[in-house]
């Protein structure tokens, strides 16, 4: 196996050779894993995206999903059987054709506790699960191209699911070496490009795969990622012309729009994240929901945003755009910046001008944006509303803990999408069961909401589902206070021509790439 | 008598006198912060962010509009507060610690030397780190215990200063145990003490009476000649976000903000590091000079 | 020196690593968090149980301690709890010649400036060119290298495009950082130089030489260097072993895969393993270049013997 990666290496040196074309960009953080059914984080999938490729792909244009590996695929009208029909010259890069054995093999994967993969509870609307023998799990092959899985319920959101997670492993390289699979010596890819080298904190190299079933339409041969945490000298180096696409945010943003070379070159297009404030609901005063109004009443984003030097657009519920369930501005829901209403909102709960109200504790990760946002929050609340506002910014490795135990009155959060569905957004935060407990609230309506929207198929009335519970999430009951939604700024050099999809800035889709000659 | 003369030759030297004037100015500064500085240190004001030096402001502004003049005074006052008191409680913990080996000699120098030994070459930066880590992990304050959770609330009231003097004072008094003990052997081998040993004195008079005064030239020195690591120390635990907590303003932690933008917004990080730069060298060249005058054996 | 010498300061040296291994390893597990419960969006519980389980980490610390120790032994430094798939001894392989490789260039630049620029200095007592060197010397030190770092960056490698903005790579890649990083120490070579010079200046065995007529230059160089560098060297060992195992902020700019990072960032990260072959490593190039103080002050000084 080992000789033929190095033959099909040596043929893609050997095709580079003849035309090389290169691309490199920069990732701000090491991939602690590239292993897909592991690594949990945005900044690895712009490489992985590279390497593996999902059973279904996901436009964000038609906000649909779309066939990869499967071709096409049926779901029954009960919506508790899902049947895919793959194609038939998907192979991975070791020769071995790549069959729906590999699909069954890779969710049963996911599903095993000893894997610990983060997404292992995500299938839990999947027959069998939770039990122990993992064969008795709903994913079976039908035949060599064909797979089928059985639901316990009609998951509305399932191939969103899928799009997002969803990416087969190549089961004997997996047994084979355990841990290390992932290493380039060892690896075996089904993607556009093969993994060449890895040097840790320093770059990934990527080069063509000669034997993806879409390698004819792969025009970049080689991909490099540089490993530069410093957004400084990655700047620098996007100036010197050593990287040919960089993402930029902040003040380099307005940096490159102030000039008109780099403003022709900066794109802007939106990520799926929403930074948002959040109350400890359980404890005085902010028990109130009219608190809690008050609150969000005396929030200017545009104020926030202009701290962190732009780059953002201002949320006022939090599904982002390009995700089932998002709520344009227009709508009018959530409440709005409007410095009376928060006087007046305080003064009926009970502290005229901010009269009595007790020193609010703010938490946030201590990192540089979190302390800009967190600044400038309390300077707006503590004028607007005449309180006191404490900040304590925590380190990152006990943050969460000191949240879900209440150590706080509001804190600094984000959620970035897993995957483009709503309830991925609304369930796995706030949900009295399945949510992660740092609000503290709980209302029967929006868990409701939620769970009736999972089983519905209809994609209208299931958005219709996931508004509803936004509002109440932010405007009837104001549980947290959506800041904005994260944009991200492209810079690219202009030999080169992409593709921008609309949202999701993680995703490099290079194979998608060409340079104009 | 010796007394005066020691100051007459102290302000002789040039070089004291010069960097000593610069350090009063800073000690004086920081102390009439609230009076001198033009703004707030915590004045947000968002229609100014990030301006180039003005008539207005006359360093210009950070990312919230802050005057960064106003926050270069009062974050003098912080990395003063943090250096003084961490140069006092590790001369507190060094000296105690040096003068009992020294003049105890015997098993208990041994024992105390080792540990100091040790400590010196464990590296500190990892223990300051875990300290703060500790400190700043927020776990205090969940903590069950109401010592603890006044501690921590305390530390909040002074913008994370606490913790931060806690930090290095904890992490910097080997070297003055070391020092004072090797002169505090030297020093109780003289006559004097013999005899006043002899009269029957209890170690703790003698310590104090006849061997801290002689300690004093070289530890002064030597703190001195410290101070700028620790105010650098102060530094790079806010670049590595385990520093002051925000608003309050601080040298280092100003200049890693202004180092992020340093290629579009310079003077962020321009007036800080002048700043910082500045008071090194003035407690360098004081401390040099104070050495040359005070302490010709070392 | 004699080989009896070179046991004892062995098996002290051993005793040592081990109270450090020891005093590190269980003041980490009193420092609340672990590695796999940080950040904004954490692991689910079940994940981060089993994942505790699997690396042990819910066994009492005496026992996970005496296991590591018996790793140790073996040569097992560990896994990495956040780079998965990766050994403490890969990362160490990987990372430590390239920290070692800046930091060793780095100490002969803040050797060949300092050393002559205190010796100058000194010998040009109070004129001038002292306090012009010394406020050199002075400034190195006190302009942070998050300063000084980006600035060169810019003039150097945007504006006049002679050097490589970040990486590493070519001789050309070490000439900002090592610089970066070598100011400081060499200003701090330079005062320590120039303090030793000059005490040593004025003592009898150089005025008993220059009334023998020597040459004003072999005076200098010869006799009173030799032994002016005796503190200096004491400096020299820690220093060397300070900037070999890395300088996070320097590497961090440069965009440098050097160990630096793993000395801070493992810490905050909670991935023990690496904090702890890290900190073992740190204490061992400390106990070696002690060693190679102390020894090189037997050559320095005929009258230093060791037994």
């Excluded at chain 1, 899985?149 to 969103?160: D, E, Q, R, T, V």
């Excluded at chain 2, 002074?158 to 145990?177: C, D, N, Q, R």
């Excluded at chain 3, 160490?92 to 920290?99: A, E, F, R, T």
């Excluded at chain 3, 009334?211 to 230059?217: D, T």
Aim: proline letters at 6%; hydrophobic letters at 50%; a neutral charge.
């Amino acid at each position: 196996m080992r000789r033929l990666v190095g033959f099909l290496l040596a043929v893609a040196f050997c095709l580079g050779g003849a035309a090389q074309h290169v691309v490199r960009l920069a990732i701000s953080m090491e991939p602690k894993s590239i292993d897909p059914n592991i690594a949990y984080g945005t900044e690895f999938s712009r490489v992985l995206n590279n390497l593996f490729v999902p059973l279904v792909d996901y436009d964000y244009f038609a906000r649909a999903p779309v066939p990869c590996i499967a071709e096409k695929w049926e779901v029954s009208a009960d919506g508790l059987q899902y049947t895919f029909y793959l194609r038939k010259d998907a192979k991975w890069s070791d020769g071995t054709p790549l069959t729906a054995h590999d699909v069954v093999y890779t969710v049963r994967r996911i599903v095993n506790p000893q894997v610990g993969s983060p997404y292992g509870t995500w299938f839990d609307m999947l027959e069998g699960y939770g039990e122990p023998d993992l064969t008795a799990l709903g994913v079976v092959a039908l035949d060599d191209y064909t797979v089928q899985f059985k639901l316990k319920y009609p998951a509305s959101f399932f191939l969103a699911l899928l799009s997002g997670i969803l990416r087969p492993v190549p089961s004997w390289v997996v047994e084979k070496y355990g841990d290390r699979w992932t290493r380039p010596e060892n690896i075996v890819v089904s993607g556009p490009y093969l993994l060449q080298s890895w040097e840790p904190y320093n770059k990934i190299v990527l080069v063509k795969n000669p034997l993806y079933f879409g390698a004819n339409n792969v025009k970049i041969d080689q991909v490099i990622f540089y490993y530069v945490p410093e957004a400084a000298t990655a700047f620098s180096m996007y100036l010197t012309g050593d990287l040919d696409e960089l993402r930029v945010s902040g003040e380099y943003v307005q940096r490159a729009q102030a000039d008109p070379t780099l403003a022709a070159q900066l794109h802007a297009i939106s990520a799926l994240y929403c930074q948002y404030v959040g109350f400890n609901c359980s404890v005085p005063p902010f028990d109130n929901p009219l608190v809690r109004k008050a609150f969000a009443a005396a929030t200017d984003r545009s104020k926030v945003i202009a701290a962190l030097g732009g780059g953002a657009d201002p949320a006022y519920t939090f599904i982002p755009p390009g995700i089932s369930g998002y709520i344009p501005p227009e709508a009018g829901v959530g409440i709005k910046y409007d410095p009376e209403l928060a006087k007046s909102f305080l003064a009926q709960a009970g502290y005229p001008e901010g009269k009595g109200f007790p020193t609010v504790k703010f938490g946030y990760f201590a990192d540089e944006r979190g302390a800009r946002i967190a600044q400038a929050l309390q300077a707006l609340w503590q004028d607007t509303l005449g309180i006191k506002i404490e900040l304590m910014p925590r380190e990152h490795a006990t943050y969460f803990e000191t949240v879900v135990a209440g150590a706080y009155n509001v804190f600094l959060l984000g959620w970035g999408a897993d995957y483009p569905d709503g309830y991925d957004f609304l369930c796995y935060t706030f949900h009295s069961v399945r949510g992660e407990q740092t609000v503290k609230w709980y209302n029967p309506r929006y868990d409701a909401l939620i769970d009736e929207a999972a089983r519905t198929i209809d994609l209208g009335v299931r958005e219709k589902m996931y508004q509803e519970a936004q509002k109440i999430l932010v405007e009837e009951d104001a549980v947290i206070i959506p800041l904005f939604y994260r944009s991200s700024f492209i810079l690219t050099k202009p030999h080169i021509e992409r593709p921008y999809t609309p949202v999701s800035a993680w995703d490099a889709r290079v194979w998608e790439w060409s340079i104009k000659e | 008598m010796i007394r005066n003369k020691i100051i007459r030759r102290v302000l002789r030297n040039k070089r004291v006198v010069i960097a000593g004037s610069v350090v009063l100015f800073l000690v004086i500064i920081a102390m009439l912060a609230p009076h001198i500085a033009p703004y707030p240190y915590d004045k947000v004001d968002f229609g100014h962010i990030y301006q180039p030096p003005s008539k207005e402001y006359p360093f210009g502004t950070d990312y919230l509009g802050r005057d960064i003049f106003s926050r270069i005074i009062y974050g003098a006052r912080v990395s003063l507060v943090v250096a003084f008191a961490g140069a006092a409680i590790s001369f507190l913990i060094g000296t105690l610690w040096g003068m009992t080996a020294g003049y105890f000699k015997g098993t208990v120098d041994t024992l105390l030397m080792r540990i100091v030994d040790f400590l010196y070459a464990f590296p500190s930066m990892l223990f300051i780190i875990l300290l703060m880590v500790v400190f700043k992990g927020g776990v205090m304050q969940i903590s069950t215990t109401a010592f603890i959770r006044a501690i921590n609330a305390i530390d909040n009231a002074m913008g994370g200063l606490l913790f931060i003097m806690i930090g290095i004072g904890a992490v910097s008094w080997v070297g003055i145990a070391r020092l004072t003990r090797g002169l505090t052997l030297s020093i109780s081998s003289e006559q004097y003490i013999e005899a006043a040993r002899a009269i029957g004195n209890s170690p703790v008079r003698i310590i104090l009476r006849h061997v801290f005064p002689n300690l004093f030239g070289p530890c002064v020195v030597y703190v001195t000649l410290q101070i700028p690591g620790y105010i650098l120390t102060e530094s790079f635990l806010s670049f590595i976000g385990l520093g002051v907590i925000p608003p309050t303003p601080s040298w280092g932690g100003m200049i890693a903000e202004g180092c992020r933008v340093l290629l579009v917004y310079p003077h962020a990080a321009l007036f800080p590091a002048a700043a910082l730069a500045l008071t090194m060298i003035a407690f360098t060249f004081l401390g040099d000079g104070l050495r040359d005058v005070l302490d010709v054996s070392l | 020196m004699q080989l009896s010498y070179i046991i004892r300061r062995a098996v002290y040296s051993l005793f040592f690593l081990f109270l450090l291994a020891t005093v590190t390893f269980f003041l980490m597990h009193a420092v609340p968090g672990g590695p796999f419960s940080g950040g904004e969006k954490p692991l689910p519980r079940e994940i981060v149980e089993r994942l505790m389980r699997y690396y042990h980490l819910d066994r009492p610390v005496w026992r996970q301690f005496l296991e590591y120790l018996w790793n140790i032994v073996r040569g097992d430094l560990g896994p990495s709890y956040t780079q998965r798939g990766r050994t403490v001894n890969e990362i160490i392989k990987d990372h430590l010649p390239v920290s070692a490789q800046l930091g060793a260039v780095a100490f002969l630049v803040a050797v060949f400036l300092g050393i002559p620029m205190g010796i100058i200095a000194a010998v040009k007592f109070n004129t001038f060119i002292d306090y012009f060197c010394m406020l050199i010397a002075v400034a190195g030190i006190s302009i942070p290298a998050m300063a000084l770092g980006p600035l060169l960056i810019y003039i150097f490698g945007v504006k006049l495009r002679v050097l490589p903005v970040a990486q590493w790579g070519t001789w050309k890649h070490m000439v900002l950082p090592a610089f970066t990083l070598g100011i400081g120490s060499s200003a701090m070579i330079a005062r320590l130089t120039r303090a030793s010079m000059l005490q040593v200046i004025r003592a009898d065995f150089i005025r008993t030489a220059r009334a023998k007529g020597l040459p004003e230059s072999s005076i200098i160089l010869r006799h009173a260097l030799r032994n002016a560098l005796i503190p200096v060297v004491t400096v020299l060992g820690p220093l060397f072993g300070a900037l070999v195992t890395g300088t996070l902020v320097v590497e961090q700019i440069f965009c440098i895969p050097g160990l630096g990072r793993f000395f801070v960032y493992s810490i905050t990260d909670r991935d023990y393993p690496v904090i702890m072959g890290v900190t073992l490593l740190y204490g061992a190039v400390i106990i070696i270049m002690n060693f190679v103080v102390d020894a090189s002050y037997a050559l320095l000084d005929p009258r230093i013997t060791y037994d």
